[in-house]
């Protein structure tokens, strides 16, 4: 066997690392596994995108974290996926996650437990990085077999059409110009984002790698490239900075991030950016020549300052989706997120708590002990008929509250075995877990 070589699955299929030997075959495999429904040839954007991945330095990401499974019969590759590390912040406090990508296997060999086995390594491989968490985007369920919960908002826009696109007056001159970053803009476009980073309850941190990375580091037809575009004053002044894809989103053209320094008014600066999406829109509907821009759409979680002063502008609201979170020591990353939970109760009507909270997730449990405030204790605890606790949680709900994806009461209303016991309970839940928005930036 290989030195790559992770385990023997038997049937001539093994499981290993890949090497660089492997990646014409990577990216030929999960350009074609992972093609949209009914298309007919392979995604370029995910064939760019692997050979990115295999090819171009990757700051948290080497090509040994593919791993796949390869018929020795055949020498084919037949499933596969990776793990790409990231840092995160929940209220502003840092911690690591391992993001599964890239998830795939040959229709032939599905129903084996291929991406199982594959997500029991990838999962030790996380832990041993640190990481206090996983977070994946995918199809609706399937992800749940891992120990995964959708308890994280994904996605929200707004949506508008050339109606809305606001028109310039004869003779009036753009107030605010879009141009390219450069490297030399980094530092203000990291300052910017980390200010507006600052809505969101889990955000995505990104470092000077990072940001070199997102302005030269992935391919033009990278499906996860992004165009990064100062926005300048009248005088050359940077006020902010656009993100936007590299093509049209099936006629549409989506701003991904947008965000202001603080003390510019959105309500001065959107007009230029809305006239910029739609000209750019109008040039990629000219290269492509199979698509024409139908709308343009700031693609930029549920919450955003622009959806409030373009509201009237913006008429379409997509349905919103959400990440796959797994949290593997529930205890250990309450305790690490503690001094956001003891602000939030600074801040609430139970200020200074003393006491415990014991939460139900009907086969093992939860307590937190207060004192004066402070968070002193966070332990696994045992739930039985007798001792229900002060709260439940079926499952892996709680980790919707968790995350400020749903209320209290909007868990209450979807499970009747989601419970309080007293006033107490509930009003200590809803002091530390409020509903919350967020939008994390994916970097792959």
């Known amino acids: 066997m290989s030195q790559n070589t992770i385990q023997d699955l038997g049937d001539g299929l093994i499981l290993r690392r890949a090497t660089v030997a492997d990646t014409e075959e990577l990216v030929a495999f999960h350009a074609d596994v992972l093609r949209d429904p009914g298309a007919e040839e392979p995604d370029e954007g995910v064939m760019v995108w692997v050979r990115d991945l295999m090819t171009h330095p990757h700051p948290t990401f080497d090509v040994g974290d593919f791993t796949l499974v390869e018929d020795t019969h055949s020498r084919a590759i037949v499933s596969s996926l990776c793990l790409i590390s990231q840092t995160w912040s929940y209220g502003g406090v840092k911690f690591g996650v391992g993001r599964p990508e890239l998830v795939g296997t040959h229709p032939d060999y599905r129903q084996r437990g291929l991406v199982r086995t594959q997500f029991e390594v990838i999962h030790e491989w996380s832990a041993q990085r640190g990481e206090k968490m996983q977070a994946i985007t995918g199809i609706p369920w399937y992800y749940r077999q891992f120990g995964y919960e959708m308890g994280l908002t994904l996605g929200g826009a707004r949506v508008g059409y050339q109606p809305q696109v606001p028109k310039l007056k004869d003779g009036e001159a753009e107030t605010y110009r879009l141009r390219p970053a450069t490297a030399a803009d980094l530092p203000f476009l990291a300052q910017v984002y980390e200010h507006g980073s600052g809505r969101s309850l889990v955000a995505c941190v990104r470092d000077e790698a990072l940001w070199r990375y997102e302005l030269s580091g992935r391919s033009k037809k990278n499906v996860n490239r992004r165009e990064l575009r100062v926005i300048e004053a009248e005088k050359g002044e940077p006020v902010g900075f656009l993100a936007h894809p590299t093509v049209l989103w ?99 009507p139970l200020v200074g708590h003393t006491g415990d909270l014991k939460i139900s997730f009907y086969r093992d449990g939860l307590r937190l002990a207060f004192e004066a405030g402070r968070l002193v204790a966070v332990e696994p605890w045992q739930p039985t008929p007798q001792k229900g606790g002060d709260a439940a949680f079926p499952d892996l709900t709680f980790l919707q509250l968790l995350f400020g994806y749903r209320s209290l009461a909007e868990l209450k209303h979807a499970f009747a075995d989601c419970w309080t016991t007293n006033d107490e309970a509930r ?18």
């Open 427 to 444: 009003a200590l839940l809803e002091a530390l877990f409020s509903k919350h928005a967020s939008n994390v930036w994916r970097v792959s």
């Open 250 to 348: 099936k006629e549409r053209m989506g701003a991904t991030v947008y965000e202001l320094k603080s003390g510019i008014s959105w309500l001065a600066v959107t007009p230029s950016v809305v006239r910029y999406l739609w000209a750019t829109g109008q040039e990629y509907a000219a290269q492509d020549k199979k698509q024409e821009i139908a709308a343009f759409v700031f693609r930029l979680g549920m919450e955003h300052p622009v959806y409030r002063v373009f509201h009237d502008r913006l008429p379409h609201t997509p349905k919103p989706y959400a990440w796959y979170v797994r949290v593997p020591n529930l205890p250990g990353f309450v305790q690490h997120v503690a001094p956001v939970l003891e602000q939030r109760l600074a801040e609430s």
